[in-house]
């Protein structure tokens, strides 16, 4: 079979060398740069590593939460220290082994031959509650349970938060936490990026073209259109482009099912995270940052996007290697002098440049700007991302918007599982 | 000394409900109530000379209708008068309303919006389809879902073969409102703005969280869960007001032999060897019995009436970190006549014999919340009004009327805390915003009266003066409700069981949890009894 893979993230390539091994003819069309490229420290996934046989993937560098009075705490997956209590410090080791088991189950979900359930019941019962409630439960009901320290609490807060547009008040926000936690983002960042799976790309098709469209007939893809290119005909087609600008964008909600189309048109994508790219700081020893103060304030930063508004005091995380900085939640023209402001405050240095989720949108092609493909919310996660795999016979979708999410290959590799020989239409 | 099979403590709807059913199946049953005459928030109590004020819950609608077949309310008194409407004036003159019946509703969104009301009749069949599917669990014994034991493998079963049952497409539907937010939920099916942000009340009642947290869906839901005469989601009032059930329940709890001791509090639930023997009251009389439960909120049943090193130290971290900070205070008004609220025609005066929401947008109410959760209160606040004097004339005396307000948020925890002139102030900005929508309000006020969260804490014992006894919010529902091991009405202490909203299905008047530790208690019972 013919497989064109549309689209350059990790998911993408996941997806296509999968295809490649199954002994089909795979050509990648690239759609020019993805979101994903403004990911730089997001890691590729540990099943993509293990499949792939890459190695270590993740580099542990540690996180660095800083507040505006240049108050500092450091976490490491072993111990936390600076503005924490002794209590903080004591209970450190039991909140990193619920969290690292309620990730094992978290990734669980989307691996073959893993009874999950059975994984789940060998914790034990209170263990095994207590991973239970862990996505349930609101960022701030999570930390203020474990822990004292504000800082530290705003730290892991600001880094469940960064790309989405939520509060930490609000049930089910503590599932964001958990998505940073299982990809190792919380300690690490990537040593190698999506470059280290195109080496293995041997006999791909590469199109560096920009996509126009998808053409639609009998219920299934006929061709991909290129902006300045042929028109791709295969038997099976798959995209790493969100959800929205694929199947809203590209084939055209009207041409969907009716499920499908309303799914698409529900599809939470509005993202207020505005990213800026300033000079690379070795002062932190390429740890990631993140400059808040206390939940309240990230709840306060999020109150104004309610009602369309963007925040007076935003917070940030800062990949202090790649020296980009996601700031929450801006949007308008007040963004660049709040980005400014962060900057002087913390000596940063100059905003070389700054993209505001409009921006992103436009560039990357991205709805709503959203770094994810769409809100890593409970309400559309696991399953109910399922829905959106295979919207036409020979159609998939294997991007940051399916499961599990992220920009890290594991959506690829999850499309890969399910891509099947499409049936014969007459 | 006298020993009973069963002493029950605290006389609120669900401690009557269950003594109520122990009584029946012929166990000797003592209930123990603190305050003077039961009910707990389940209350009419006549504050002011003549008007009758409903100082905690108002509305009935989820109150299972086993319980009214099997302990033959209406026998005992219980009389439910339909609710008939819900208004919401707007503020720009205009009204929004609801009713039970669907075709007038639609009658009504079709005035905002035609393909609203098309959209209408799809969602109140997704609704109802949904409703039906999740209903049988309200009256499930939550099992452990951690276990292999036989029986909560079983229960596991019957939970998944309950969802098993529903659509495809439905159970995607339930998912996605038992996680995200109401008012996000509503804006997926509609555009008319009254619409959204009269639906998205019903997500928001007695829980500290906004129409646009996650987690709202699920609130909405849960009051969607109710009936009333086998009307789907219909609401009435108790004719006497909801002290008129309880007392319906009393009555039949003592027509099954249940001693009901009133002023009598409940010190301590005496503990030896690890079980539960009975209890010591405040007049320093002793209840002996073979098993004691607790009807009462789960924070003074194990950290007041207990010694919390009896308690395993998980189950006692899980109590301590059950989130009770309630945003709801009621306040009751006695008037000199009907006020006038100049948003609803003159030909639609029928719709004040219903609710009357002062929930004027989506945005209205959010911005109630955000003024509220960081320890203030609602400059406006969301508010759900009842004149129970049109439904009842017997609440007030001839010629005048009583108003009882529903209203959110303010802030349990709020900061300097609750004294007498912060309660002043807030009921002043309860009455203003009203007034706002009926000017002639406030020269009709003979006397007002606010049950503020620390009030509801302070008379009915409700930690945080939450309504539910606690939150709806995921991790406290179901088998986590309220500690995971123990959702099943039994708690770490052998014969010491909870049969309170502290308990799966939580709050509102249900009286399910109250029945379901009853049948629990009594199948066990039944176990102990050789044939």
């Known amino acids: 079979m013919?497989?064109?893979?549309?689209?350059?993230?990790?998911?993408?390539?996941?997806?296509?060398?999968?295809?490649?091994?199954?002994?089909?003819?795979?050509?990648?069309?690239?759609?020019?740069?993805?979101?994903?490229?403004?990911?730089?420290?997001?890691?590729?996934?540990?099943?993509?590593?293990?499949?792939?046989a890459l190695g270590a993937v993740l580099k542990i560098v540690g996180r660095v939460g800083v507040s505006p009075q240049k108050k500092t705490v450091q976490l490491k997956l072993k111990e936390i220290s600076g503005e924490v209590t002794p209590r903080d410090q004591e209970r450190w080791p039991d909140f990193v082994r619920v969290m690292n088991n309620a990730s094992e189950i978290w990734r669980g979900l989307f691996q073959e031959k893993l009874d999950v359930a059975g994984r789940w019941r060998e914790f034990g019962r209170r263990q095994a509650m207590e991973v239970l409630r862990v996505p349930c439960?609101?960022?701030?009901?999570?930390?203020?349970?474990?822990?004292?320290?504000?800082?530290?609490?705003?730290?892991?807060?600001?880094?469940?938060?960064r790309g989405c547009r939520q509060g930490p008040f609000a049930p089910g926000t503590a599932f964001l936490l958990l998505q940073r936690w299982a990809r190792g983002e919380v300690f690490g960042r990537s040593k190698v990026g999506p470059g280290v799976l195109a080496s293995q790309g041997e006999g791909i098709r590469i199109h560096d073209l920009?996509?126009?469209?998808?053409?639609?007939?009998?219920?299934?893809?006929?061709?991909?259109?290129?902006?300045?290119?042929?028109?791709?005909?295969?038997?099976?087609?798959?995209?790493?482009?969100?959800?929205?600008?694929?199947?809203?964008?590209?084939?055209?909600?009207?041409?969907?099912?009716?499920?499908?189309?309303?799914?698409?048109?529900?599809?939470?994508?509005?993202?207020?995270?505005?990213?800026?790219?300033?000079a690379a700081s070795e002062k932190w020893g390429g740890a990631m940052i993140n400059f808040c103060s206390t939940l309240e304030d990230l709840e306060k930063a999020y109150d104004p996007t309610k009602y369309g508004g963007f925040s007076e005091s935003p917070f940030a995380e800062f990949d202090s290697e790649s020296g980009l900085l996601y700031v929450q939640h801006l949007g308008d023209e007040e963004a660049a002098n709040k980005v400014s402001e962060l900057c002087a405050l913390h000596e940063l240095g100059e905003v070389e440049e700054l993209l505001l989720p409009a921006q992103i949108a436009e560039r990357y092609n991205a709805q709503g700007g959203h770094l994810f493909g769409g809100e890593r919310a409970l309400w559309q996660s696991y399953g109910l991302r399922e829905r959106l795999r295979r919207p036409f016979s020979n159609f998939y979708l294997c991007g940051a918007g399916t499961g599990p999410g992220d920009h890290g290959g594991a959506s690829g590799l999850m499309c890969a599982r399910c891509v099947r020989q499409p049936v014969a239409t007459s | 000394m006298q020993k009973y099979d069963a002493v029950v403590i605290g006389g609120g709807h669900n401690g009557l409900v269950n003594a109520a059913y122990l009584g029946k199946a012929g166990l000797k049953v003592a209930l123990l109530e603190r305050r003077p005459v039961v009910g707990g928030a389940t209350i009419t109590e006549e504050i002011y000379p003549g008007f009758k004020y409903l100082t905690g819950s108002y509305l009935i609608s989820?109150?299972?209708?086993?319980?009214?077949?099997?302990?033959?309310?209406?026998?005992?008194?219980?009389?439910?008068?339909?609710?008939?409407?819900?208004?919401?004036?707007?503020?720009?003159?205009?009204?929004?309303?609801?009713?039970?019946?669907?075709?007038?509703?639609?009658?009504?969104?079709?005035?905002?919006?035609?393909?609203?009301?098309?959209?209408?009749?799809?969602?109140?069949?997704?609704?109802?389809?949904?409703?039906?599917?999740?209903?049988?669990?309200?009256?499930?014994?939550?099992?452990?879902?951690?276990?292999?034991?036989?029986?909560?493998?079983?229960?596991?079963?019957?939970?998944?073969?309950t969802l098993d049952r529903m659509e495809r497409r439905d159970f995607h539907t339930l998912c996605r409102l038992m996680t995200m937010s109401a008012a996000d939920f509503l804006d997926e099916w509609f555009e008319t703005a009254p619409l959204k942000a009269i639906k998205s009340t019903s997500g928001i009642i007695g829980t500290f969280l906004g129409v646009r947290s996650a987690g709202t869906g699920y609130v909405l839901l849960h009051h969607y869960l109710g009936e009333l005469n086998g009307v789907p989601r219909a609401w009435g009032f108790a004719k006497g007001g909801t002290g008129g059930l309880s007392q319906s329940i009393a009555r039949s709890a003592r027509a099954h032999g249940v001693e009901i001791f009133e002023d009598t509090p409940v010190e301590r639930i005496l503990v030896e060897n690890g079980r539960a023997v009975g209890v010591a009251t405040a007049k320093g009389d002793e209840f002996r019995a073979d098993r004691v439960i607790s009807g009462a909120h789960a924070h003074p049943t194990f950290l007041k009436m207990m010694d919390p090193g009896d308690l395993p130290e998980e189950y006692l971290a899980d109590i301590n970190r059950w989130r009770t900070r309630g945003p709801s205070c009621k306040v009751n008004l006695a008037l000199?006549?009907?006020?006038?609220?100049?948003?609803?025609?003159?030909?639609?005066?029928?719709?004040?014999?219903?609710?009357?929401?002062?929930?004027?947008?989506?945005?209205?109410?959010?911005?109630?919340?955000?003024?509220?959760?960081?320890?203030?209160?609602?400059?406006?606040?969301?508010?759900?009004?009842?004149?129970?004097?049109?439904?009842?004339?017997?609440?007030?005396?001839?010629?005048?009327?009583?108003?009882?307000?529903?209203?959110?948020?303010?802030?349990?925890?709020?900061?300097?805390?609750?004294?007498?002139?912060k309660k002043a102030e807030f009921l002043e900005v309860v009455v203003d915003t009203l007034s706002e929508h009926s000017p002639d309000l406030k020269d009709k006020i003979l006397h007002k009266h606010i049950m503020t969260p620390d009030d509801l804490e302070r008379v009915f014992g409700l930690t945080g003066g939450?309504?539910?006894?606690?939150?709806?919010?995921?991790?406290?529902?179901?088998?986590?409700?309220?500690?995971?091991?123990?959702?099943?009405?039994?708690?770490?202490?052998?014969?010491?069981?909870?049969?309170?909203?502290?308990?799966?299905?939580?709050?509102?008047?249900?009286?399910?949890?109250?029945?379901?530790?009853?049948?629990?208690?009594?199948?066990?019972?039944?176990?102990?009894?050789?044939?």
């Open chain 1, 2 to 52: 013919k497989v064109i893979v549309a689209g350059s993230d990790a998911n993408a390539w996941a997806c296509a060398l999968k295809m490649k091994q199954a002994g089909h003819e795979v050509e990648i069309v690239t759609g020019g740069d993805g979101v994903a490229t403004l990911l730089p420290g997001s890691p590729l996934s540990p099943e993509v590593a293990s499949e792939f």
């Open chain 1, 137 to 161: 439960q609101g960022l701030s009901e999570l930390l203020d349970d474990w822990f004292e320290s504000d800082l530290l609490k705003a730290t892991l807060g600001a880094t469940a938060l």
């Open chain 1, 210 to 278: 920009a996509i126009e469209s998808y053409s639609v007939a009998l219920g299934r893809i006929e061709s991909l259109r290129t902006i300045g290119g042929p028109e791709l005909t295969a038997d099976i087609f798959v995209s790493s482009e969100d959800p929205v600008t694929t199947l809203g964008k590209r084939v055209g909600l009207t041409r969907l099912e009716l499920d499908t189309a309303a799914t698409v048109s529900h599809w939470d994508a509005r993202s207020t995270t505005a990213v800026a790219r300033v």
């Open chain 2, 62 to 161: 989820l109150l299972r209708p086993q319980v009214i077949r099997e302990l033959e309310l209406p026998k005992h008194g219980l009389e439910i008068l339909p609710l008939e409407s819900t208004v919401a004036p707007l503020l720009d003159g205009d009204y929004f309303a609801d009713w039970p019946d669907h075709d007038m509703t639609r009658q009504e969104i079709e005035r905002f919006s035609r393909k609203d009301a098309e959209s209408y009749d799809e969602f109140n069949a997704t609704m109802r389809r949904i409703v039906f599917g999740v209903k049988p669990i309200l009256d499930m014994i939550p099992p452990d879902p951690t276990s292999l034991e036989p029986h909560d493998l079983a229960q596991m079963a019957r939970v998944r073969g």
């Open chain 2, 336 to 421: 000199d006549g009907l006020p006038d609220f100049p948003a609803i025609p003159k030909n639609k005066r029928a719709l004040l014999r219903g609710s009357i929401e002062i929930a004027p947008s989506v945005d209205y109410l959010e911005k109630a919340y955000d003024d509220a959760k960081y320890g203030g209160w609602s400059r406006r606040p969301f508010m759900d009004a009842l004149m129970p004097s049109l439904l009842d004339p017997g609440m007030a005396p001839p010629g005048k009327h009583i108003m009882s307000l529903f209203v959110q948020y303010a802030d349990a925890d709020l900061k300097g805390g609750w004294t007498e002139q």
């Open chain 2, 466 to 531: 939450h309504i539910f006894h606690g939150e709806l919010t995921l991790p406290q529902l179901f088998f986590m409700r309220p500690s995971p091991q123990w959702a099943n009405y039994r708690t770490p202490i052998k014969n010491l069981w909870m049969c309170g909203s502290s308990c799966h299905p939580g709050g509102c008047i249900t009286g399910a949890p109250g029945r379901n530790a009853a049948l629990e208690i009594l199948s066990e019972v039944k176990e102990q009894v050789p044939v």
